[in-house]
């Protein structure tokens, strides 16, 4: 009940609304306006001309011609009204295409007709040089101008239709991976304190001076992963120094057990990757790799550039089952795999292999942008 309590009305803000609905509307007209005279008047200019240039031009076709474009616009107008009011916009082409063409033959008939009749009864029409054969391809050629204005206004109608359609759906699109990538986050961040918790408790009693060493490492991944709730990328040195303070957390629970390299070119530590990305897989590594081995192994992080593209290969002591490998379906080969998709589409990818017979390899290739 609060939450519905605290809504507040705007009434200023419908009525701007509504204002700028209505502006838009008039915008539209007045665009559809000019078009319809600027497109009938020089559908005319250019008759004339024509005519001008191999005989005499009368005042009589001029008149005539001025009727033939305000009877043109006038139906054409009316046209307009049929197709909205009968939804024709949204029909199928199959079912568009014939409604056309016997709109726009007897569009042809009623403005030539028209225009042949005012002609014709107020005496401007040469009756001299008439012949039957004028009416036909009078009409023939007034259907194809309605067929050509129709094919006009069909076509802007698809296009602006298209355009919002393909908007929406990247608004959508966009939306979607926002809330996916949220979601992916929000999964990180207890499944790394669990087990950056742990290393800690295990201190606390038998050597505070390395719990107190801990807990100072463990305030900079708090501060990491509370920037990473706020970025969908960080520069690869960032996410090297959390992946080192876990790593030296984890050190002090698996003593000897535990030795890691970090090798990251200088170039490489400037390219932006999803935060926590390496840290989860490091992770991996030593939760299904070196604690289930009883001398324990060595986690290897090595980055480059090559290509355009940054590689990282992260390797540790172990093995997986074959039937594993084909399914890997855990936290960290799924979240990756998927966040690499909705950041890079097909540009990135994320494979995970037996290196060899006691080596696994998990292998990122993320694009620059260079």
């Not at 082409?93 to 409604?99: A, D, Q, S, T, V």
């Not at 840290?279 to 289930?292: A, D, M």
Request: proline share 3%; charged share 25%.
């Amino acid at each position: 009940m609060q939450a519905i309590e605290n809504v507040k009305y705007h009434p200023a803000e419908s009525v701007t609304g509504k204002m700028t609905t209505r502006k838009i509307k008039m915008k539209r007209k007045t665009v559809y306006w000019l078009c319809q005279i600027i497109g009938w008047g020089t559908f005319l200019l250019l008759n004339l001309i024509i005519i001008s240039s191999f005989k005499e031009l009368h005042w009589e076709r001029i008149v005539t011609g001025i009727f033939f474009v305000i009877t043109g616009i006038s139906f054409t107008h009316i046209f307009r009204g049929i197709i909205k009011k009968r939804n024709w916009l949204k029909l199928p082409l199959k079912k568009i295409i014939p409604n056309v063409i016997i709109s726009s033959f007897i569009l042809g008939i009623v403005i030539y007709g028209l225009t042949y009749g005012v002609s014709f009864f107020s005496g401007m029409m040469d009756r001299e040089n008439y012949t039957a054969i004028k009416p036909v391809l009078g009409i023939i050629n007034t259907t194809g101008l309605a067929l050509f204005w129709a094919l006009i206004y069909f076509s802007i109608h698809y296009l602006e239709n298209y355009k919002k359609t393909e908007i929406e759906s990247l608004i959508w699109e966009a939306a979607v991976k926002d809330y996916e990538l949220k979601t992916l986050k929000s999964q990180l961040n207890p499944h790394f304190m669990f087990n950056a918790m742990n290393s800690i408790r295990a201190l606390i009693e038998e050597d505070p001076e390395s719990a107190k060493v801990a807990l100072t490492k463990l305030s900079n991944i708090l501060r990491y992963s509370l920037k990473m709730e706020r970025a969908e990328r960080v520069p690869l040195w960032q996410e090297i120094e959390t992946v080192k303070d876990y790593l030296d957390l984890e050190k002090i629970r698996f003593e000897e057990r535990l030795r890691y390299s970090l090798n990251i070119d200088n170039e490489a530590a400037r390219v932006e990757i999803p935060p926590m990305m390496i840290q989860t897989l490091v992770e991996n590594g030593i939760k299904h790799g070196i604690s289930k081995i009883t001398e324990g192994g060595k986690i290897e992080v090595d980055s480059r550039i090559e290509n355009s593209n940054l590689f990282i290969e992260i390797r540790n002591n172990g093995q997986i089952a074959n039937d594993a490998l084909k399914n890997a379906r855990g936290f960290g080969v799924s979240n990756t795999k998927h966040r690499l998709n909705l950041l890079f589409g097909e540009t990135a990818s994320f494979t995970l292999i037996n290196e060899s017979e006691d080596k696994v390899l998990a292998k990122l290739i993320i694009p620059t942008g260079g």
